[in-house]
């Protein structure tokens, strides 16, 4: 408790703010209530907080479970290395041309933790017991740095009880400790896992036609990136896969990263985040190091775009000479043809809004929008020129991942459509469906704050003409000043009285 009071005040004169603010001046988007603001605010601040911070701080802070209502039952799982074992031969095919890119550290496998992972389901439902499964295989979100299956039990909760689903969520290697491909590795592992697993499993072999894969944020972008790995690999396709605020642009190279008006309406940082010196900080930077040198000391051709050749590291999960990798950005990738059903969904107030609508188009149209600077010419040899099928959601004043809070509309209408698409997506791979939806063409729509649905355009974005796809943009990390830790933290009596006084004051004004 006495940690929780020193975490939040720090934070106090800036709700108090928040509280004036959205009366006197109106909140940031028409349709925020007070509370659906102050929790935008909270995790923003709480963002910030984490800036020059140890990062090992950061993922034990970020990875503690939240309570979820006892009628789920939650199932601890060990997966052994043997499936990374298996992974890693196909890891090994898809990036052998990429190697001189890559930290080679990933496939170190001896003395490695086991794969941890977690089932969850309705107590009611029994484990495994229906003949017609849902299967969701889920990868959390957290900028590949941060977060576990036990921050996500909300969602993932949430998730198996709207679709009558069972939920595979994998704590996957984290960086910076684990670079570039060890997420891959894990959640194509988990794959691996499901559809052919050890007898003491509890459940037998899984049809891919059962599974669908979804993540949020960076747990989209890896999603998308394992169905490009599955595909690239020949390996049986699963049903479909939903996206919730998908990273697939690692580069920042869409108009919304930097957007002023994404201040105002997002939480998320424009930048990367910095941390401050720490043993895994320290191991980080004598690996990039010597990778940096690997990659000058290589005479294979450069794939990257010049924006990227710059000192400092984009970001922790892999070197700026391979970002642009479709298992990274899978934006950048030479087509995102045959692929399975996709449901991806985006805030129309958040960094990530362009990159997801770029994404969608170029899959749903993999032979309209091309590269115009990595991949020239590469789709005309491309065995992928199927267009996937997309539906994709834009939700109006919505910042990024917001199925994360509640006290909005919005929330339980996308988990409600979420629940649909899966439920479809499982029925049409068995050829179950009757109503085919899945299988027409793709679909775009905008979703009003009222759940009204609204049929867009390709003229409706001027991103789609945007002819710097995969080209970093030159910015400075912003300059943060460090906040203090909750032991730092000194809270006199007279700041406690002032801060009470003043919430007394503006809820007798409010009412």
């Known amino acids: 408790m006495a940690d929780a009071i020193k975490f939040i005040f720090p934070k106090i004169p800036n709700l108090i703010s928040t509280i004036i603010n959205h009366y006197k001046n109106g909140p940031p988007k028409p349709s925020w209530n007070l509370i659906f603001h102050l929790a935008l ?13 140890k990062v090992e701080d950061v993922q034990r802070f970020t990875s503690k479970p939240v309570a979820i209502s006892s009628g789920f039952a939650v199932d601890q799982v060990r997966i052994s290395n043997e499936y990374r074992k298996n992974a890693q031969q196909h890891i090994d095919n898809l990036l052998k041309e990429y190697e001189h890119l890559i930290d080679d550290e990933w496939n170190k496998l001896d003395n490695l933790e086991e794969l941890s992972a977690e089932w969850i389901y309705i107590k009611e439902n029994g484990f495994m017991q229906k003949e017609d499964k849902r ?36 704590n996957y290697r ?48 890896l999603t998308i990136a394992t169905l490009l790995a599955l595909r690239d690999s020949g390996l049986p396709m699963v049903a479909g ?22 201040d105002k309406s997002d939480y998320l940082p424009p930048a990367t985040l910095q941390f401050l010196p720490s043993q895994a900080q320290s191991r980080f930077f004598e690996r990039s190091a010597a990778l940096a040198k690997k990659i000058k000391q290589s005479n294979k051709p450069r794939i990257w775009h010049e924006s990227l050749d710059r000192e400092v590291r984009v970001n922790q999960y892999a070197a700026n000479e391979s970002l ?51 991949n020239a010419g590469k789709f005309e040899i491309s065995s992928f020129k199927t267009p996937s099928n ?47 939806k899945i299988t027409n063409s793709s679909n775009y729509v905008r979703i009003s704050a009222n759940k009204q649905v609204f049929p867009l355009n390709e003229s409706d974005y001027s991103v789609l ?24 933290v000194k809270i006199r009596p007279l700041d406690i009285i002032v801060y009470i006084v003043a919430i007394l004051a503006i809820i007798s004004y409010l009412s």
């Open 41 to 53: 605010v909270t995790t923003r601040l709480t963002l910030d907080s984490l800036y020059y911070t």
């Open 135 to 170: 299967i969701i295989l889920y990868l959390h979100g957290g900028a590949y740095i941060m977060c576990s299956t036990g921050s996500h039990r909300n969602i993932t909760s949430s998730i198996a009880k709207a679709a009558d689903a069972h939920v595979f969520a994998i």
């Open 174 to 221: 984290l960086a910076p400790q684990n670079q570039f491909p060890a997420a891959l590795h894990d959640a194509l592992a988990a794959y691996l896992y499901l559809t052919n697993p050890p007898k003491d499993a509890g459940f037998s072999a899984i049809n891919p036609k059962q599974i669908v894969i979804m993540g949020d944020s960076a747990g989209g972008g």
């Open 241 to 262: 896969a939903v996206g919730w605020s998908p990273w697939v642009d690692l580069t920042h190279s869409m108009p919304s990263i930097l957007s002023k008006e994404c």
């Open 324 to 374: 642009s990798l479709p298992y990274i950005s899978p934006l950048c990738a030479e087509s995102l043809g045959g692929l399975p059903p996709m449901l991806l969904t985006a805030g129309d107030g958040e960094r990530l809004r362009d990159e997801i609508i770029y994404f969608a188009f170029k899959a749903s149209q993999p032979s309209k929008y091309l590269l115009p600077i990595y």
């Open 390 to 436: 997309v539906t994709l959601e834009i939700y109006e004043d919505m910042p990024h991942v917001f199925q994360l809070f509640g006290f909005n509309e919005s929330t339980p209408f996308s988990f409600q459509r979420a629940a649909e698409f899966i439920r479809e997506a499982v029925a049409s791979a068995s050829e179950k469906s009757t109503s085919n």
């Open 465 to 488: 003409e945007w002819q710097n796809v995969g080209c970093a943009p030159t910015v400075e990390a912003p300059i943060k000043t460090p906040m203090k830790t909750p032991n730092e």
